[in-house]
């Protein structure tokens, strides 16, 4: 049950039902990571989708911070959509828990059950629409045209 009330925060689940949930539960794995660690590199294969239980993560690009997670939040659910390599390396700044649900057991879960597949991928698109309206609001706001009198 514990897994399943981290799982019933995180946003790709929010509206699974708690049978459901139970199911995404089932395909998830503990990690228990120490400070330092490496989750992956940058240009690592993607397999799984992982979920910060306690803790925090670091996100980096090269040498760049792109930012910290903690938990509840979600790391590679864009690339369970692309499967492309990692964007960004993932560090553990503090011990630190970690769900790992594997690509390969969510789309069995997938392709068994429908529902959970349309929730799943319509949290995600919303997601990443909200994600693309702000960088737009963004980019609006630093490069707006010179107003001339």
């Not at 949930?21 to 395909?27: A, C, D, Q, R, V």
């Not at 670091?58 to 997670?69: A, D, E, P, R, T």
């Amino acid at each position: 049950m514990e897994k399943t009330s981290i799982l019933q925060n995180v946003y790709i689940f929010k509206d699974l039902t708690l049978e459901e949930l139970n199911k995404i539960s089932n395909i998830s794995t503990l990690l228990e990571m120490k400070s330092g660690q490496k989750l992956f590199s940058e240009n690592d294969d993607s397999d799984a989708l992982y979920i910060v239980k306690q803790g925090s993560v670091m996100v980096k690009k090269g040498s760049i911070v792109l930012s910290v997670l903690n938990e509840g939040e979600c790391i590679g659910e864009i690339t369970f959509i692309n499967r492309e390599k990692r964007t960004a390396t993932i560090t553990v700044i503090e011990n630190t828990s970690i769900l790992k649900i594997k690509y390969k057991d969510l789309d069995e879960l997938i392709k068994e059950d429908a529902k959970i597949a349309s929730k799943i991928y319509k949290a995600i698109a919303l997601t990443l629409s909200k994600r693309l309206k702000e960088m737009t609001e963004n980019v609006e706001k630093r490069f707006q045209p010179l107003k001339f009198l």
